[in-house]
C-alpha cells in the first residue's frame, strides 16, 4: 500500500462518515443481493448494531493505516471470529464486491479511479 493509497482512503473515508448509515446499508443489501447464503449468517442480528460495528471496523482499519503491524493482529483477530460465526472464505470475495459497490454509491463523483484501486488494494490487505 503507498502513501496515496493512505491518503485517498483517509479522504474517501471522511467523505462517507457523514453517510455512515446509509452506506451501511448498501453494503448489506448488496451483500444479500450477491450471496444470498450470506444472509443466513445475520440471522436473529440486530441490523442497526451491526452496521455501527462495520462503520467501527472500517474506522479503526482506516485509522490504523500508519501501523500495519500493529492493525494486522487486529485484523486477524475479527477474521477468527467471523469464522466462528461460519463465514467462509468464499464470502470475502462478496463481501469485497460489496463494499466496493456501496463506496461507489456513495462517493458518487468522488470515486474515483484512484479510490477504486485504494480501496481495492486495502481490501485485499484486510481479507488476507
Excluded at 462517507?16 to 453494503?27: E, K, S, Y
Excluded at 490504523?64 to 477474521?79: F, K, S
Amino acid at each position: 500500500m503507498t502513501p496515496q493509497h493512505v491518503e485517498t482512503l483517509r479522504a474517501t473515508w471522511q467523505k462517507v462518515l457523514p453517510i455512515g448509515d446509509t452506506a451501511a446499508r448498501l453494503f448489506y443489501n448488496r451483500l444479500f443481493e450477491i450471496d444470498p447464503a450470506a444472509e443466513q449468517l445475520f440471522a436473529g442480528t440486530d441490523m442497526a448494531l451491526q452496521r455501527q460495528k462495520l462503520l467501527q471496523t472500517l474506522n479503526a482499519a482506516i485509522g490504523g493505516l500508519d501501523n500495519l503491524e500493529g492493525l494486522a493482529p487486529v485484523l486477524q483477530d475479527l477474521g477468527r471470529r467471523h469464522a466462528d460465526y461460519g463465514v467462509s472464505d468464499s464470502h470475502y470475495d462478496s463481501v469485497g464486491a460489496a463494499l466496493l459497490w456501496a463506496l461507489e454509491q456513495g462517493l458518487g463523483d468522488d470515486w474515483t479511479p484512484e479510490a477504486k484501486e485504494a480501496w481495492t488494494t486495502a481490501y485485499g490487505l484486510i481479507a488476507e
